[in-house]
């Protein structure tokens, strides 16, 4: 492959595109698809072909537009329309509409909301717009020219100072500057490094990963051979959950498309660059997102954790150095050297560059994908974006960072979303789920739902997670019952304390969290719940003996 | 010619020592005679960290790090008995205790348990922390062992032992978190393993009386003299 | 020291005893102290204990040491009684502290307990007493689970020497570091 084949390829795609008149696009991600968006493009299909427009329109299947909620989405690109809720029995009619030029009314979803308007696209550009599953639709939108960029016109060190000076953050959760991370692995010694894609998205209510995979997961390839060459490493891993199929499914495609194209394998365009990818499947483990126990999932081992350090940037994969991100953060990379990292740092806060894809979910009228640049407020997400509180109730607490992240009420709701300030008051940023709660939940009863989940996501292996996340969610059991008393409280504090600051990784660290931001701004909630006396009855048969009396 | 070492100066509750790069905080603190407590840790093991009693704390470092497996650092200022320290250790043992179904006065390791130690040492006298009881199996189908989860506390020594020393590979973990067992081969009754070499290395590492060596409780001192009358009738019927 | 003599005896220190579920070996040690009872006596006044003859436990003890889990809801009111007319309360043995042997039915429950004992293994009239018994209940508990303690003396038996120990530094009004002379189990 060179610049000049990949230009070819574009040009031909671009000319194949420009040959029809009208593009109709069919959301085939797993929203969609589960509300049998597969059926309404076969229908598309017959009455394309029924009107004998085949010539002129095209049917195409492409990935998540955002609005999950009004699934099935087809949008007509030619004409900037959008339609929700789509059913095999519209095709007719909105094949019809083509010519009129006239919207289909009870299907129309406007476009100038602001949950369309407000965002920023970046790494979601061509969610929704491409199909996912050819290459040249990603090589016609500019794709892989960053990486011929990186590999041809720029030495090592120059490719991390771009990330660097873009100023990207590890979109995990956690935060950590990805140039950093990629500079310690580079200068790490060893002839063998790995280069891991992070994609066990875990945390109930997030799917943003799962959508930049199904939809676009070229630039995932794309980002982490630029990565690989940057850092020097000729092997890489997608880690994956098996609970993706879709996901795994376009995976598969894409590699294969681009080891066809020559983009991943050996002297990739013609540069001493070797780089192969390898798809490992987790079996449904949250704390496999751990890199340390991702790691040794995919050793072959038990995903557990181990202490750092040594980071994996110093003794990763097989003890070699390895660099582990997380899907969005590699497909913000080839933007990235596209456009250059000045242009990145542009869009954002100081401290928190660039956009970030939110799952909203829970209490909202507009569940879905977002993608916003960093230091828009929770209102403007909730309110504007996600259209408020359905039914009327009233907003209590957002909830974000999935089972490690907090819940933040109503007083923070213009705070800008960054990095620091979500930690400032309790939560993280996490890997981008944000479940909004109205008036009708009770807090108490949230935090137990995470500490759940932490409990039986906890690997077992270091004392104060294992243990810890029972008592503290058998305390909380206790408290939701009215058998709790001052002293059950207290220990829940201490334990809280205690597990947070002596487990081995962030799954236990961060499993107080929600217990925590709750008891910082609910706190009368669960004083409300406690009882004087904790003594348990009984057996009961009093009747035996009465009898016997 | 071994390796060149590289010595590291460090502090550890605040005395100057030394160590060798490659050696861990707790190697160098016990060369010093200063005390850290551990369970899951044991020389001749691969380090494991997953108790969390070795936790120190180290300046600069806003998090705890185990002891057992972070290496020596040249300037490193390490504390190891603070009074936060002090209370997580406890807290740990707390945990521990009210797991499973520890009954010191009953359990044949009464008097040489690491675990009970630990109490003392840390100066538990109760556990603050409610109990679980949570209802366990017993595998006493080997003929010379036995595996009592209810006073098992997760250590993996003897699964360490048996991969890394006899190289057997019997025993592992299976399950998460709470529900986290010891297992011999795929779950398989120990008496029936094909793997298990029985040389009781595994009992001999087990800090609590989680693996036992069969023929030491009291039940067992049962004697069998009733062979006798058999022999004597069946020499008499001979004659 | 003759004319110290009767202040002293006012400020004898009203001790009690008492027995919930355990199986005494608590009192047994206490009573190891042998000889060094005698010590005690002229410091202490024994005011409740099934070792001496009082039917009612009284209003105002200094010191209680308590021998024996929470098991049933007589054990329960006691405890409860005892705790508001006592200083300071002392569990005494593993039963009181840990629930130790009579906890080892936690985790089968109350009912399957009865069941095996007075049915599954019974050979003759197979039935659960319910006559003039307190009932069991569902989970034992240690003492510290359902009042507060403030001493705690771990060991199946704790020895003689523990016992004499903390009873000493009580008595001096000191508190006694327990860690050092017992622990769970022996």
Same mark, same amino acid.
Not at chain 1, 15 to 39: I, N, P, Q, T, Y
Not at chain 1, 82 to 107: H, S
Not at chain 2, 58 to 79: N, Q
Not at chain 3, 6 to 32: E, N, Q, Y
């Given at each position: 492959?060179?610049?000049?084949e990949?230009?070819?390829?574009?040009?031909?795609?671009?000319?194949?595109?420009?040959?029809?008149?009208?593009?109709?696009?069919?959301?085939?991600?797993?929203?969609?698809?589960?509300?049998?968006s597969?059926?309404?493009?076969?229908?598309?299909?017959?009455?394309?072909?029924?009107?004998?427009?085949?010539?002129?329109?095209?049917?195409?299947?492409?990935?998540?537009?955002?609005?999950?909620?009004?699934?099935?989405?087809?949008?007509?690109?030619?004409q900037?329309?959008?339609?929700?809720?789509?059913?095999?029995d519209?095709?007719?009619?909105?094949?019809?509409?083509?010519?009129?030029?006239?919207?289909?009314?009870?299907?129309?979803c406007?476009?100038?909301?602001?949950?369309?308007?407000?965002?920023?696209?970046?790494?979601?550009?061509?969610?929704?717009?491409?199909?996912?599953?050819?290459?040249?639709?990603?090589?016609?939108?500019?794709?892989?020219?960053?990486?011929?960029?990186?590999?041809?016109?720029?030495?090592?060190?120059?490719?991390?100072?771009?990330?660097?000076?873009?100023?990207?953050?590890?979109?995990?959760?956690?935060?950590?500057?990805?140039?950093?991370?990629?500079?310690?692995?580079?200068?790490?010694?060893?002839?063998?490094?790995?280069?891991?894609?992070?994609?066990?998205?875990?945390?109930?209510?997030?799917?943003?990963?799962?959508?930049?995979?199904?939809?676009?997961?070229?630039?995932?390839?794309?980002?982490?051979?630029?990565?690989?060459?940057?850092?020097?490493?000729?092997?890489?891993?997608?880690?994956?959950?098996?609970?993706?199929?879709?996901?795994?499914?376009?995976?598969?495609?894409?590699?294969?498309?681009?080891?066809?194209?020559?983009?991943?394998?050996?002297?990739?365009?013609?540069?001493p660059?070797?780089?192969?990818?390898?798809?490992?499947?987790?079996?449904?483990?949250?704390?496999?997102?751990?890199?340390?126990?991702?790691?040794?999932?995919?050793?072959?081992?038990?995903?557990q954790?181990?202490?750092?350090?040594?980071f994996?940037?110093?003794?990763?994969?097989?003890?070699?150095?390895?660099?582990?991100?997380?899907?969005?953060?590699?497909?913000?990379?080839?933007?990235?050297?596209?456009?250059?990292?000045?242009?990145?740092?542009?869009?954002?806060t100081?401290?928190?560059?660039?956009?970030?894809?939110?799952?909203?979910?829970?209490?909202?009228?507009?569940?879905g994908?977002?993608?916003?640049?960093?230091?828009?407020?929770?209102?403007?997400?909730?309110?504007d974006?996600?259209?408020?509180i359905?039914?009327?109730?009233?907003?209590?607490?957002?909830?974000?960072?999935?089972?490690?992240?907090?819940?933040?009420?109503?007083?923070?709701?213009?705070?800008?979303?960054?990095?620091?300030?979500?930690?400032?008051?309790g939560?993280?940023?996490?890997?981008?789920?944000?479940?909004?709660?109205?008036?009708?939940?009770?807090?108490?009863?949230?935090?137990?739902?995470?500490?759940?989940?932490?409990?039986?996501?906890?690997?077992?292996?270091?004392?104060?997670?294992?243990?810890g996340?029972?008592?503290?969610?058998?305390?909380?059991?206790?408290?939701?019952?009215r058998?709790?008393?001052?002293?059950?409280?207290?220990?829940?504090?201490?334990?809280?304390?205690?597990?947070?600051?002596?487990?081995l990784?962030?799954?236990?660290?961060?499993?107080?969290?929600?217990?925590?931001?709750?008891?910082?701004?609910?706190?009368n909630?669960?004083?409300?719940?406690?009882?004087?006396d904790?003594?348990e009855?009984?057996?009961?048969?009093?009747?035996?003996?009465e009898?016997?009396? | 010619?071994?390796?060149?070492?590289?010595?590291?100066?460090?502090?550890?509750?605040?005395?100057?020592?030394?160590g060798?790069?490659?050696?861990?905080?707790?190697?160098?603190?016990?060369?010093?005679?200063?005390?850290?407590?551990?369970?899951?840790?044991?020389?001749?093991?691969?380090?494991?960290?997953?108790?969390?009693?070795?936790?120190?704390?180290?300046?600069?470092?806003?998090?705890?790090?185990?002891?057992?497996?972070?290496k020596?650092?040249?300037?490193?200022?390490?504390?190891?008995?603070s009074?936060?320290?002090?209370?997580?250790?406890?807290?740990?043992?707390?945990?521990?205790?009210?797991?499973?179904n520890?009954?010191?006065?009953?359990c044949v390791s009464?008097?040489h348990?690491?675990?009970?130690?630990?109490?003392?040492?840390?100066?538990?006298?109760?556990?603050?922390?409610?109990?679980?009881?949570?209802?366990?199996?017993?595998?006493?189908?080997h003929?010379?062992?036995?595996?009592?989860?209810?006073?098992?506390?997760?250590?993996?020594?003897?699964?360490?032992?048996?991969?890394?020393?006899?190289?057997?590979?019997?025993?592992?973990?299976?399950?998460?978190?709470?529900?986290?067992?010891?297992?011999?081969?795929?779950?398989?009754?120990?008496?029936?393993?094909?793997?298990?070499?029985?040389?009781?290395?595994?009992?001999?590492?087990?800090?609590t009386?989680?693996?036992?060596?069969?023929g030491?409780?009291?039940?067992?001192?049962?004697?069998?003299?009733?062979?006798?009358?058999?022999?004597?009738?069946?020499?008499?019927?001979?004659? | 020291?003759?004319?110290?003599?009767?202040?002293?005896?006012?400020?004898?220190?009203?001790?009690?005893?008492?027995?919930?579920?355990?199986?005494?070996?608590?009192?047994?040690s206490?009573?190891?102290?042998?000889?060094?009872?005698?010590?005690l006596?002229p410091?202490?006044?024994l005011?409740?204990?099934?070792?001496?003859?009082?039917?009612?436990?009284?209003?105002?003890?200094?010191?209680?040491l308590?021998?024996?889990?929470?098991?049933?809801?007589?054990?329960?009111?006691?405890?409860?009684?005892? &705790?508001? /007319?006592?200083?300071?309360? =002392?569990?005494?043995? !593993?039963?009181? *502290?840990? #629930?130790?042997? +009579?906890?080892?039915?936690?985790?089968?429950?109350?009912?399957?307990?009865?069941?095996?004992?007075?049915?599954e293994?019974?050979?003759?009239?197979?039935?659960?007493?319910?006559?003039?018994?307190?009932?069991?209940?569902? &989970?034992v /508990?240690?003492?510290?689970? =359902?009042?507060?303690? !403030?001493?705690? *003396?771990? #060991?199946?038996? +704790?020895?003689?020497?523990?016992?004499?120990?903390v009873?000493?530094?009580?008595?001096?009004?000191?508190?006694?570091?327990?860690?050092?002379?017992?622990?769970?189990?022996?």
């Amino acid at each position: 492959m060179t610049a000049e084949e990949l230009e070819t390829i574009a040009q031909e795609e671009r000319e194949a595109c420009g040959r029809k008149k009208h593009h109709l696009h069919v959301c085939m991600a797993a929203g969609c698809l589960s509300s049998c968006s597969d059926r309404v493009k076969d229908a598309l299909e017959a009455q394309v072909k029924a009107a004998g427009l085949e010539e002129h329109c095209q049917v195409k299947p492409v990935g998540c537009m955002g609005l999950c909620a009004a699934g099935p989405l087809v949008s007509v690109a030619d004409q900037n329309v959008m339609y929700k809720e789509v059913t095999p029995d519209d095709a007719a009619d909105i094949v019809g509409a083509l010519k009129t030029q006239q919207p289909v009314q009870r299907l129309h979803c406007r476009m100038d909301v602001p949950f369309f308007a407000r965002q920023k696209k970046i790494v979601l550009e061509n969610c929704g717009v491409i199909d996912p599953e050819r290459i040249e639709e990603y090589i016609a939108a500019g794709g892989y020219t960053a990486l011929h960029q990186a590999l041809t016109s720029m030495n090592t060190a120059e490719v991390i100072a771009e990330v660097s000076r873009s100023g990207l953050r590890g979109r995990g959760g956690a935060g950590y500057p990805t140039g950093l991370k990629w500079s310690m692995v580079a200068k790490a010694g060893g002839a063998t490094k790995y280069v891991i894609c992070n994609a066990d998205e875990g945390d109930p209510g997030a799917f943003m990963d799962r959508s930049v995979l199904e939809s676009d997961p070229h630039r995932v390839l794309e980002g982490m051979a630029i990565a690989a060459y940057a850092v020097g490493a000729s092997r890489g891993y997608i880690y994956v959950r098996a609970e993706y199929p879709l996901a795994v499914k376009r995976l598969k495609i894409a590699i294969r498309q681009a080891e066809k194209q020559g983009l991943l394998g050996h002297n990739i365009f013609g540069t001493p660059l070797s780089f192969e990818i390898d798809i490992r499947l987790g079996a449904g483990a949250y704390v496999c997102g751990e890199e340390t126990a991702l790691i040794a999932s995919i050793e072959g081992e038990r995903g557990q954790p181990r202490p750092r350090p040594p980071f994996p940037a110093e003794s990763g994969l097989w003890g070699a150095p390895t660099l582990i991100n997380n899907v969005e953060t590699f497909a913000n990379i080839p933007p990235i050297i596209r456009q250059g990292g000045q242009w990145y740092a542009a869009i954002g806060t100081e401290k928190s560059k660039g956009t970030k894809t939110f799952a909203l979910a829970g209490k909202v009228n507009n569940t879905g994908l977002i993608e916003v640049p960093m230091g828009i407020t929770l209102r403007e997400i909730i309110y504007d974006m996600g259209g408020g509180i359905p039914d009327g109730k009233k907003f209590k607490a957002v909830q974000t960072g999935g089972p490690s992240g907090g819940c933040i009420p109503e007083q923070f709701l213009d705070m800008p979303v960054d990095y620091d300030s979500l930690v400032k008051v309790g939560s993280i940023m996490g890997s981008g789920g944000m479940i909004i709660m109205d008036e009708t939940s009770s807090m108490v009863d949230v935090a137990r739902y995470f500490m759940e989940f932490c409990m039986t996501e906890s690997c077992g292996k270091c004392v104060p997670c294992r243990v810890g996340t029972v008592q503290m969610h058998d305390l909380l059991t206790k408290i939701i019952d009215r058998k709790a008393t001052v002293r059950d409280l207290a220990l829940l504090e201490e334990l809280c304390d205690m597990v947070r600051n002596t487990s081995l990784c962030g799954l236990g660290q961060n499993a107080p969290n929600a217990v925590l931001s709750t008891l910082r701004y609910f706190r009368n909630e669960y004083d409300e719940l406690l009882v004087e006396d904790d003594a348990e009855p009984a057996l009961a048969d009093a009747g035996a003996k009465e009898n016997a009396s | 010619m071994s390796a060149p070492t590289t010595v590291v100066s460090l502090k550890i509750d605040g005395k100057d020592v030394s160590g060798r790069a490659d050696e861990t905080i707790l190697d160098v603190a016990s060369e010093n005679k200063i005390h850290i407590p551990t369970l899951c840790f044991l020389e001749g093991l691969s380090g494991w960290g997953a108790c969390r009693l070795c936790l120190v704390e180290i300046k600069g470092s806003h998090k705890l790090l185990s002891a057992c497996v972070t290496k020596v650092a040249e300037g490193m200022e390490v504390t190891t008995d603070s009074p936060r320290l002090l209370k997580y250790r406890r807290m740990v043992v707390q945990l521990l205790f009210a797991e499973r179904n520890h009954v010191c006065s009953v359990c044949v390791s009464n008097g040489h348990c690491e675990l009970q130690n630990l109490a003392q040492v840390l100066g538990i006298t109760h556990i603050d922390i409610p109990y679980r009881y949570p209802t366990l199996p017993f595998d006493a189908s080997h003929d010379l062992f036995r595996l009592d989860h209810n006073r098992c506390v997760l250590c993996t020594r003897c699964v360490r032992v048996c991969d890394e020393i006899e190289g057997a590979h019997t025993l592992d973990v299976m399950g998460r978190g709470i529900d986290c067992r010891v297992i011999i081969d795929l779950n398989e009754p120990w008496g029936s393993s094909q793997t298990c070499t029985t040389c009781g290395k595994c009992v001999r590492v087990c800090p609590t009386g989680a693996l036992t060596r069969k023929g030491t409780g009291v039940a067992e001192m049962e004697k069998d003299d009733q062979f006798l009358p058999y022999l004597t009738r069946m020499r008499g019927s001979q004659s | 020291m003759s004319a110290q003599e009767p202040a002293a005896a006012v400020k004898k220190v009203r001790i009690a005893t008492v027995w919930l579920d355990g199986c005494s070996g608590c009192h047994m040690s206490f009573l190891d102290m042998d000889q060094r009872l005698l010590e005690l006596a002229p410091l202490i006044e024994l005011v409740y204990s099934p070792l001496v003859d009082h039917k009612e436990f009284p209003p105002d003890v200094d010191v209680t040491l308590v021998e024996g889990s929470v098991s049933t809801d007589e054990d329960l009111r006691k405890i409860r009684m005892i &705790r508001g /007319r006592t200083k300071i309360l =002392v569990s005494l043995g !593993d039963c009181a *502290v840990t #629930g130790n042997v +009579p906890a080892m039915r936690n985790p089968f429950g109350a009912a399957a307990t009865l069941d095996r004992a007075y049915n599954e293994n019974a050979q003759l009239q197979k039935q659960t007493p319910t006559l003039h018994l307190p009932t069991l209940l569902e &989970r034992v /508990r240690p003492v510290h689970e =359902v009042v507060e303690v !403030d001493v705690f *003396v771990p #060991g199946c038996p +704790p020895p003689a020497d523990a016992i004499f120990y903390v009873v000493g530094e009580l008595l001096a009004g000191r508190t006694p570091d327990v860690g050092a002379v017992t622990r769970f189990g022996r």
